[in-house]
């Protein structure tokens, strides 16, 4: 994670599997009054547990109100999330104790306040519910990184698409795509099942399945169509889409003296819709491709690169720009 005053940039590169490269601006997600930043260099580069934050975030869903911060507890260098959260007791008493057993309960007891605490607005005497203010705070630990440690870390460079195409929903899509993965699977399931029984007395037969989820196949074209497909020894299944748009690339964004027309999506453009040369393929895992699409959950618009696979999330105008690369 890398902070700088008018951005934040999230850079993942795991052992296998999909990499991330993501530059927001500060406002969509901090509110830009109360983000500072403070660095000799302008920015601070963090590595952060990717479980632990995410699982912290998670927690802020419903709350009213979080703060992040990056603090210090002896040596060791934490991101601080605290959270404040309201709910109604359904009782009098802010503790949200029954009224019989706090009436007969005289034993002592000690609440550690240390990383929870509880408040209680005023309300009126009577015997009502009352809300409850409850403000948690969360310490992931970090690392933070020197500049030279991540000065070679850049935008990858893909190389130039065939295909440009906008996706249809993705909640919709994701849905389509589950589905076909979890048929393949319950389908290889029972195959490995069956390659177990044997024939004759003490016949037996070991098969170890699979780890990797089925691959889907990802299929467009520069005519507005888009395919998912999965396929196995027993079917073959597909769905799609028509009418999506194939958006041209920016002639500004081109190096010097390369046109337009030079590149394979234009030329794909020019290959009949019904011609089987104008579509590009690849092949993803399930899995894979469904943590992708969750990130219908920000409502950006989607363009997906058909190459090795790059996938180019677009935020509403200028608002910023996430890569993934499969």
């Given amino acids: 994670m890398r902070l700088e005053k008018d951005f934040i940039r999230f850079t993942i590169i795991p052992d296998q599997g999909t990499q991330v490269w993501a530059q927001l601006p500060i406002d969509t997600i901090f509110e830009e009054e109360s983000y500072i930043c403070e660095s000799n260099t302008g920015a601070i580069n ?12 998670r927690s802020a869903v419903s709350a009213k109100l979080s703060n992040l911060r990056l603090t210090k507890k002896g040596n060791v260098p934490l991101l601080a999330l605290t959270i404040r959260a309201t709910s109604w007791t359904t009782t009098s008493n802010a503790l949200d104790i029954p009224e019989t057993a706090a009436a007969t309960d005289h034993s002592s007891s000690t609440i550690d306040n240390s990383a929870t605490t509880a408040t209680a607005t005023t309300r009126p005497s009577g015997t009502g519910p009352r809300e409850r203010e409850t403000v948690i705070t969360q310490e992931i630990p970090i690392k ?29 899509l994701k849905s ?34 699979s780890l990797s989820s089925p691959k889907l196949e990802l299929s467009a074209n520069m005519h507005g169509s888009l395919k998912v497909a999965v396929g196995t020894d027993a079917f073959r299944i597909s769905s799609v889409w028509t009418d999506l748009l194939n958006p041209s690339l920016d002639p500004g964004q081109l190096d010097e003296g390369r046109e337009l027309g030079q590149l394979p999506s234009e030329r794909m453009r020019e290959v009949p819709a019904d011609d ?12 894979d491709w469904s943590r992708i699409l969750s990130v219908g959950r920000l409502n950006p618009r989607v363009v997906a690169c058909k190459d090795s696979f790059s996938f180019c999330i677009y935020f509403g105008g200028d608002m910023g720009l996430m890569n993934e690369w499969g």
């Avoid at 963090?46 to 975030?57: D, K, M």
């Avoid at 870390?153 to 249809?168: E, G, K, S, T």
């Avoid at 089987?276 to 899995?287: F, P, Q």
């Fill in 276 to 287: 089987e040369a104008g579509w590009a393929k690849v092949r993803i895992d399930g899995k």
């Fill in 46 to 57: 963090l590595e952060v547990p990717i479980g632990a934050l995410h699982r912290a975030l």
């Fill in 144 to 172: 933070v990184l020197h500049e030279s440690a991540v000065e070679g870390l850049h935008q990858p460079r893909c190389r130039d698409p065939d295909v440009n195409i906008l996706l249809p929903s993705l909640i919709q």
């Fill in 176 to 209: 389509i795509s589950e589905r076909f993965t979890k048929l393949a699977t319950t389908n290889s399931s029972n195959k490995t099942s069956s390659a177990g029984i044997g024939s004759g007395a003490g016949a037996t037969s070991t098969t170890t399945p």
